[in-house]
């Protein structure tokens, strides 16, 4: 809202689990993925306030780096491992989260 001059401390889980990557729904920006060291995703679709795992399946590694992808008919989270290639998960609105590799095949 002020261009990244205000911020705000958002704690997604009490877990201590510690936060690999970022990707905010360039769609609806209100949705947030965070990907963590020990190879989870979380989501937010309220800004932040509430977060919840999504997705299942992921190796249980580092989360590298997170795109959200709407080039295809489904839109998709792309997630990518330390070690385990690129997985995808699917984040259309009405659809249950399916994970799945990518690469390496």
Do not use: C, K, M
């Amino acid at each position: 809202a002020d261009d990244g001059h205000t911020w705000t401390v958002v704690a997604a889980t009490n877990s201590g689990e510690l936060f690999s990557a970022i990707a905010v729904d360039p769609v609806d920006p209100r949705q947030v993925f965070i990907g963590t060291f020990v190879g989870r995703v979380l989501r937010s679709s309220d800004d932040g306030a509430s977060w919840v795992y999504y997705g299942r399946g992921l190796p249980p590694l580092p989360v590298l780096a997170l795109l959200v992808d709407e080039s295809g008919p489904v839109r998709l989270l792309h997630v990518a491992t330390s070690g385990a290639g690129i997985w995808e998960i699917s984040i259309e609105a009405g659809r249950a989260p399916r994970t799945r590799v990518i690469s390496p095949r």
